[in-house]
């Protein structure tokens, strides 16, 4: 499995995000810590300095395997469920943005906190974030690129909190680039088992974010990251797992321990495969 | 270890309370189920049916081993570290009528979200907390009641999140009467280990909220109860496992998992200890 870290390419007021500032300096980081790609949070791909992304690119070989959007929830507001028509079309232009931005890096494109809340009734909401779907899907199928759903934790949204929920309406769309990204954290809290929920995911399942328990880098929760990689293993995943942390006690030390812990499991898991 | 479960004694907002209306055939109905002791959640304790709730511990021998006072900040905004000074005092005043009204039922009183939100400054925030516990912790100690703190995850507060910042707290203010209560739904987001948490609370520990991981009944979540329950057991740990639990499928079906699951791992670590 390829490791990425997930960067902001700007300022942001979202906080599980690593390296924040100085992002061409972050991705240099994480290729120097031996990370495979970046994930990259993006508010707006018309601010993205992409001179700057395709020199990183280039000099230190990352992959960018996914872009993810909640910056243009929680900056812009825009949200893909709101009853605000205006609104919710400055939503899809956005994440259409993103597609075209993800499919000329390779990326699948991450639909988090930008899919919006509950407003007043939960039927509607849901109606009008399936018609935003429409679009979207055509320019995804247009474009190459997948379009990832993201369970989030009950504090964060009340739409599409467990896996379960997720798979029921990638299911009722029934389209062809439309996967489910399954972040530790969030299950850890919404999913009765982790590993059941992952292997209900089956191929819908096309990214992993891995951050421990209290989103902290993998080994300083109480999360079983040994389990999660077995699982995923033994369900032939050929996913990305992207590290999504809190950058405490710094941004460098939660990446280092990112890699090590995981590139450590990785092998136990392989060499205990290779003597079954 | 004595079992007791969460109930409101009026409509409340607050959803993770067991059997919500009807509070006394709430209670009723957890005495039937084999348990203990209720824990009320309390928003004003002069808006409660004294007689109805005499009635109720009369007629079923249940025990109140704490109260809550949640409500009170959900409900009426009442905050023991709001910068607003004429808010605070009456956060301290509702405190205080809690504590009297514990006092005459043996039981402890929890602070919970009563404590507030850090609110432009945290130290000055801080400040304004700790100088609210001088009244409150001199009507304990007149009273005989002790207070429970207890640590509450990121995204319900920003003051006391885990148990070690909790710890400290306590100890800085260094009185008798002041406890610390874990709630294993807030642990499995915030503690890097709920068991290393446990014993570092210590003889502090002195109410436990059993939730499973998903805030559903105990056995319906992956939290390692068993765990759990031989850690407090090794500790000599003589408080109650109360269950904070949401009410689903629904409330009956909550509380008869969560007493079986609970007294099943009771008996089983207690014939393990027969043994061993």
Do not use: C
């Amino acid at each position: 499995m390829k490791l990425a870290l997930v960067i902001s390419v700007e300022e942001t007021g979202f906080d599980a995000v690593a390296m924040r500032g100085g992002w061409v300096d972050a991705g240099r980081s994480a290729a120097s810590l031996g990370y495979d790609g970046v994930e990259l949070a993006v508010r707006d791909p018309a601010r993205v300095d992409l001179d700057a992304l395709a020199g990183l690119l280039r000099g230190t070989g990352l992959s960018v395997p996914a872009v993810g959007t909640g910056q243009a929830f929680l900056a812009d507001g825009l949200s893909l469920s709101h009853p605000d028509e205006g609104l919710r079309a400055r939503a899809i232009e956005r994440v259409e943005a993103h597609i075209r931005f993800a499919a000329r890096l390779g990326a699948a494109v991450i639909l988090g906190l930008i899919r919006g809340r509950v407003a007043h009734d939960r039927q509607a909401t849901e109606a009008r974030l399936a018609a935003s779907f429409d679009p979207l899907l055509r320019a995804a199928e247009r474009e190459g690129v997948w379009l990832l759903i993201e369970p989030i934790n009950r504090y964060e949204t009340d739409l599409m909190t467990t896996v379960g929920e997720t798979l029921e309406f990638i299911q009722d769309l029934g389209a062809q680039r439309l996967g489910l990204l399954a972040d530790t954290f969030h299950m850890n809290i919404e999913e009765a088992s982790i590993e059941t929920s992952l292997r209900a995911a089956g191929p819908r399942l096309r990214h992993v974010h891995a951050a421990d328990s209290n989103r902290h880098a993998p080994g300083w929760g109480h999360l079983d990251f040994a389990a999660v990689l077995a699982t995923l293993r033994a369900m032939r995943y050929r996913g990305w797992l992207s590290a999504e942390i809190l950058p405490r006690p710094d941004p460098l030390a939660a990446a280092q321990q990112t890699i090590t812990h995981l590139r450590s499991l990785l092998n136990t898991t392989l060499i205990k495969e290779g003597m079954a």
